[in-house]
């Protein structure tokens, strides 16, 4: 089919031929959300769908401090037993800490913080009990994945933090 429309043909025949010679090749059977519901179609509009769609699809949310220190204790509680070493354990809970003290004395918008700082030697009790037994060690070792290192999942708050910034102003602007 032409990329141009002829002068001869008219809009709607043009574009339904295009429709047709497609799907005849079967280039609109292989598309994404084929044969399935439009998503979201019974719900009542809302100026700022796409908004809201960017920051589901981001990870982006404005939860009160207290609330993300609240889901940040319980994910720590899940990343706990992937930690490698007890230094990397060490480290973790220092990081937790800093996070923790930092929430519990400065004054945030939204509910108080009741999260309590870890403790290092139940911390260290907990991962040793949760991990499972060391294999031995092989001749020579890989290199160690950094995806469990506290100082990397501090860059990744610090940068989700960074996002939901952003995307509170565009938020705002839009709104006002």
């Not at 991990?131 to 940068?159: F, K, Y």
């Amino acid at each position: 089919m032409s990329k141009r429309k002829p002068l001869n043909v008219s809009w709607q025949s043009w574009i339904d031929g295009q429709i047709e010679h497609d799907r005849r090749e079967g280039k609109l059977s292989a598309l994404p959300g084929a044969g399935k519901p439009i998503a979201e179609l019974d719900q009542p509009y809302d100026e700022m769908w796409w908004v809201k769609k960017f920051m589901r699809r981001e990870g982006v949310d404005f939860l009160p401090e207290a609330l993300r220190l609240r889901r940040e204790n319980e994910r720590a509680h899940q990343l706990l037993p992937t930690l490698r070493s007890e230094r990397d354990v060490r480290r973790f809970v220092e990081e937790l800490n800093k996070r923790i003290k930092h929430v519990n004395l400065n004054h945030h918008q939204g509910p108080p913080s009741n999260v309590m700082p870890w403790t290092l030697d139940e911390t260290l009790e907990r991962w040793r009990t949760a991990r499972p037994e060391p294999s031995p060690a092989p001749a020579h070792t890989p290199p160690q994945n950094t995806a469990a290192d506290p100082t990397v999942l501090t860059g990744i708050i610090i940068m989700g933090l960074a996002l939901a910034t952003i995307a509170f102003f565009i938020f705002r602007a839009l709104t006002t």
